[in-house]
């Protein structure tokens, strides 16, 4: 059954002080509850999510199922450690350079209730239970979440086991709700008990709901997710050494999931000499590839349009021109591509990449600097190519992930990871959607000065009674230092 939106909010708003003031170990059990809940139920589950996204059961929907719960459970044990809160302590010092120093103690805190919008491509990691649920859960703040309209069965049994989990672990009632809807999810942006937002979808969509964020008489932080096309550059040395595995790692990073994957490469820059031999091995390794269905109707509707106006381009040749929503490989110059950006750097979010020829060291550098934002770039060279210091330098300016000889499609769940890049790519390029420093898009900082023991929280007395790691004095310890005595 639907509950409405003012319900869901209400309860939040309640829940709000009293989850902020669980301890770490009460959520990270019910994190795990959570986790053991969705894996009893994969039975379930994963037909569902094929019913309602024509993704593939095995292994694609199962794994994700697995990275999901592993990710609850990974968050888990990092709350329960404590380094995440960031506890630093200055003693007093009357001595300190400027005027002294008073007794001070920051942290960081639960900014709040927070909206989640879930996303449509990936039904279980970015959707109900995914991370950003998990994160905001992890800290102390209850989640308001946003389902996709790709998946509202799903959605709803999964908020049903989620909830279900959490009270059963013995978290305050209203840390967690569903709703449902276009409108619902305007509405939840701009209520003035929602601190913070996170959403994992197109630029169209995420613009907008940051754009409300911003318009706020209170604006939030809103971490907006909004696609990318992913560049990957093959040096004149890698494309003469290995050009058939480079196409073949290609097609199979750019087609995986059909395409649908926010970090599939949609462009890849090759030396104009070796472009037509690498376009026949990129050839060659589509022939044994099969149209999929992809997400749904709209999703697929917009792939048709993107394609055909990329197709239609005067600029764009099409080497191998699939069938409906079969794998498609597109072409062009690298000075049609720069003098024709706007047109041609785009997403098109489905199975169809194009390789970019370029003639010069120098004008393959003039395509990297020709992008502001991505989540991710690659480069498939060697150490002692004369470009890759240059390229690396250039990408690590304008994405989140910068790869080597590797492909971006799979974000590993880790303490590393850093998924999010300059705009547009997303909104807050500080933060990360993926891994362990996620929990950071939740919190803000706070800092006590001259505050009685008493009066402090618990992680930032003397003794540290916690044991969480602290930068005392600027010495990184669990050791804390005690106030001086008169």
Same mark, same amino acid.
């Given at each position: 059954?639907? =509950?409405?939106?003012?319900?869901?909010?209400?309860?939040?708003?309640?829940? &709000?002080?009293?989850?902020?003031?669980?301890?770490?170990?009460?959520? @990270?059990?019910?994190?795990?509850?959570?986790?053991?809940?969705?894996?009893?139920?994969?039975?379930?589950?994963?037909?569902?999510?094929?019913?309602?996204?024509?993704?593939?059961?095995?292994?694609?929907?199962?794994?994700?199922?697995?990275?999901?719960?592993?990710?609850?459970?990974?968050?888990?044990?990092?709350?329960?450690?404590?380094?995440?809160?960031? %506890?630093?302590?200055?003693?007093?010092?009357?001595?300190?350079?400027?005027?002294? !120093?008073?007794?001070?103690?920051?942290?960081?805190?639960?900014?709040?209730?927070?909206?989640?919008?879930?996303?449509?491509?990936?039904?279980?990691?970015?959707?109900? @239970?995914?991370?950003?649920?998990?994160?905001?859960?992890? %800290?102390?703040?209850?989640? $308001?979440?946003?389902?996709?309209?790709?998946?509202?069965?799903?959605?709803?049994?999964?908020? /049903?086991?989620?909830?279900?989990?959490?009270?059963?672990?013995?978290?305050?009632? #209203?840390?967690?709700?569903?709703?449902?809807?276009?409108?619902?999810? !305007?509405?939840?942006?701009?209520?003035?008990?929602?601190?913070?937002?996170?959403?994992?979808?197109?630029?169209?969509?995420?613009?907008?709901?940051?754009?409300?964020?911003?318009?706020?008489?209170?604006?939030?932080?809103?971490?907006? /997710?909004?696609?990318?096309?992913? +560049?990957?550059? =093959?040096?004149?040395?890698?494309?003469?050494?290995?050009?058939?595995?480079?196409?073949?790692?290609?097609?199979?990073?750019?087609?995986?999931?059909?395409?649908?994957?926010?970090?599939?490469?949609?462009?890849?820059?090759?030396?104009?000499? @070796?472009?037509?031999?690498?376009?026949?091995?990129?050839?060659?390794?589509?022939?044994?590839?099969?149209?999929?269905?992809?997400?749904?109707?709209?999703?697929?509707?917009?792939?048709?349009?993107?394609?055909?106006?990329?197709?239609?381009? +005067?600029?764009?040749?099409?080497?191998?021109?699939?069938? #409906?929503?079969?794998?498609?490989?597109? #072409?062009?110059?690298?000075?049609?591509?720069?003098?024709? &950006? /706007?047109?041609?750097?785009?997403?098109?979010?489905?199975?169809?990449?194009?390789?970019?020829?370029?003639?010069?060291?120098?004008?393959?550098?003039?395509?990297?600097?020709?992008?502001?934002?991505?989540?991710?770039?690659? %480069?498939?060279?060697?150490?002692?190519?004369?470009?890759?210091?240059?390229?690396? @330098?250039?990408?690590? /300016?304008? $994405? #989140?992930?910068?790869?080597?000889?590797?492909?971006?499609?799979?974000?590993?769940?880790?303490?590393?990871?850093?998924?999010?890049?300059?705009? +547009?790519?997303?909104?807050?390029?500080?933060?990360?959607?993926?891994?362990?420093?996620?929990? &950071?898009?939740?919190?803000?900082?706070? $800092?006590?000065?001259?505050?009685?023991?008493?009066?402090?929280?618990? $992680?930032?007395?003397?003794?540290?009674?916690?044991?969480?790691?602290?930068?005392?004095?600027?010495?990184?310890?669990?050791?804390?230092?005690?106030?001086?005595?008169?």
């Amino acid at each position: 059954m639907k =509950v409405s939106l003012e319900t869901v909010l209400t309860a939040a708003d309640a829940a &709000r002080a009293p989850f902020a003031a669980t301890t770490a170990k009460l959520r @990270a059990a019910a994190l795990r509850r959570v986790a053991d809940v969705l894996d009893a139920a994969a039975g379930e589950l994963v037909p569902l999510a094929h019913l309602e996204t024509h993704l593939p059961e095995k292994p694609r929907l199962h794994a994700e199922l697995e990275r999901t719960t592993f990710q609850l459970r990974l968050l888990a044990e990092t709350v329960v450690e404590g380094g995440y809160l960031s %506890v630093t302590i200055d003693s007093p010092d009357t001595c300190w350079p400027a005027g002294g !120093r008073a007794d001070l103690r920051r942290m960081l805190v639960p900014a709040g209730p927070v909206a989640v919008f879930a996303a449509s491509n990936f039904p279980f990691a970015f959707g109900v @239970a995914g991370g950003d649920t998990a994160a905001a859960l992890a %800290v102390g703040c209850p989640v $308001v979440l946003k389902a996709s309209p790709g998946h509202p069965l799903l959605s709803g049994r999964v908020g /049903e086991l989620v909830s279900g989990a959490l009270s059963s672990a013995g978290l305050p009632d #209203g840390v967690f709700g569903v709703v449902h809807g276009v409108e619902e999810g !305007r509405a939840l942006v701009v209520d003035p008990r929602i601190r913070a937002g996170a959403f994992t979808g197109s630029r169209q969509g995420g613009r907008a709901l940051f754009d409300l964020a911003c318009s706020r008489p209170d604006p939030i932080p809103f971490h907006a /997710e909004m696609g990318s096309v992913n +560049p990957v550059f =093959v040096t004149a040395s890698a494309a003469a050494e290995r050009a058939e595995g480079i196409a073949e790692g290609y097609v199979a990073s750019y087609t995986l999931g059909a395409g649908q994957f926010c970090t599939k490469p949609g462009l890849v820059f090759v030396p104009a000499a @070796a472009a037509a031999d690498f376009e026949s091995h990129v050839a060659a390794a589509l022939a044994g590839h099969v149209a999929a269905p992809l997400l749904n109707d709209g999703i697929t509707a917009r792939y048709t349009a993107e394609l055909d106006t990329l197709r239609s381009h +005067p600029a764009v040749r099409v080497p191998v021109a699939g069938e #409906g929503v079969a794998p498609t490989l597109l #072409g062009c110059t690298a000075a049609d591509f720069l003098a024709a &950006r /706007e047109e041609l750097l785009v997403e098109c979010f489905g199975p169809t990449s194009m390789v970019v020829r370029y003639s010069s060291a120098d004008e393959l550098l003039a395509c990297a600097r020709a992008f502001t934002g991505e989540l991710s770039a690659a %480069v498939h060279g060697a150490p002692d190519d004369a470009e890759a210091g240059q390229l690396v @330098a250039l990408l690590t /300016e304008r $994405v #989140g992930r910068v790869l080597w000889n590797d492909w971006p499609t799979g974000v590993s769940v880790t303490y590393a990871m850093q998924h999010g890049g300059p705009y +547009p790519a997303t909104t807050m390029p500080g933060h990360t959607s993926v891994g362990t420093t996620a929990l &950071r898009r939740f919190l803000r900082p706070v $800092v006590y000065q001259n505050m009685p023991q008493a009066l402090l929280p618990e $992680v930032l007395r003397d003794g540290n009674p916690l044991e969480v790691p602290r930068r005392v004095d600027g010495v990184l310890s669990r050791q804390t230092a005690q106030r001086p005595t008169a």
